[in-house]
């Protein structure tokens, strides 16, 4: 079945560091790809998306690009800030949402 | 900015007990779905309906689960006989259309503790 294997955290970092969280995925076909956030007390919310192949989504200075030929949906950002402090999770989409483990980051000042 | 509520946010219950957590979804959305968390494990699907059926449901959502939109806005999933591993996190989200591009709409989540 479909399946994400996310790096695990935590993460800590101080501000203006660079941010890389792996995802990969296994998948039969080619599902849409998600980055959700999840701020401290809330819900998951959409950072950013890519529907197909070598789509990059891009968000809050946030990037990450469909690589179909090493089945990967990297997070990216060059310089977070304190506010970036949360539980990333990648997933992918089959009509459902199918989960990574989730990346706790924090971010010092 | 339209968004997904759901109550209660804790709920705490004993072994054996029924619960029912609500959702309301966002109001022009047709899909919607409940996913759960267990405290350090991913995120799970566990059910998607539609027009008033279940469209698709996980291993998880077994006889002691349902789900019901009792009037036009809320989504409840009904636990008949919670189990200690039922104590999660569970999360309802809705969305526009059911297509894979499609982003899913996530309330904050209710917390279960079954004692």
């Known amino acids: 079945g479909n399946s994400v294997t996310q790096m695990e955290g935590p993460v800590t970092l101080s501000e203006e560091a660079f941010l890389t969280i792996n995802c990969t995925y296994t998948?039969?076909?080619?599902?849409?790809l998600f980055w959700y956030v999840q701020y401290p007390g809330e819900g998951l919310q959409l950072l950013l998306k890519a529907t197909k192949a070598d789509d990059k989504g891009s968000n809050k200075g946030f990037e990450a690009t469909y690589r179909k030929e090493t089945t990967s949906f990297h997070l990216e950002k060059g310089s977070v800030q304190v506010s970036d402090s949360a539980v990333y999770f990648c997933?992918?989409?089959?009509?459902?949402?199918?989960f990574g483990a989730g990346t706790t980051v924090t971010v010092r000042a | 900015e339209p968004e997904v509520t759901q109550t209660p946010s804790h709920q705490v219950t004993q072994m054996g007990q029924e619960v029912i957590l609500r959702c309301v979804p966002i109001s022009n959305h047709l899909y919607f779905y409940w996913y759960r968390q267990i405290l350090g494990q991913k995120v799970e699907f566990l059910v998607s309906f539609y027009n008033n059926e279940i469209s698709e449901k996980s291993e998880i959502f077994d006889d002691q689960f349902s789900v019901e939109r009792p009037d036009g806005s809320n989504f409840t999933l009904k636990i008949r006989s919670t189990k200690l591993e039922d104590s999660a996190m569970y999360f309802c989200?809705?969305?526009?259309?059911?297509?894979?591009?499609?982003?899913?709409?996530f309330g904050p989540g209710t917390r279960l503790t079954v004692l």
């Open positions: 989200a809705s969305s526009e259309e059911l297509a894979g591009h499609n982003e899913q709409f």
């Open positions: 997933a992918l989409n089959d009509y459902k949402l199918s």
């Open positions: 998948a039969t076909g080619y599902p849409s």
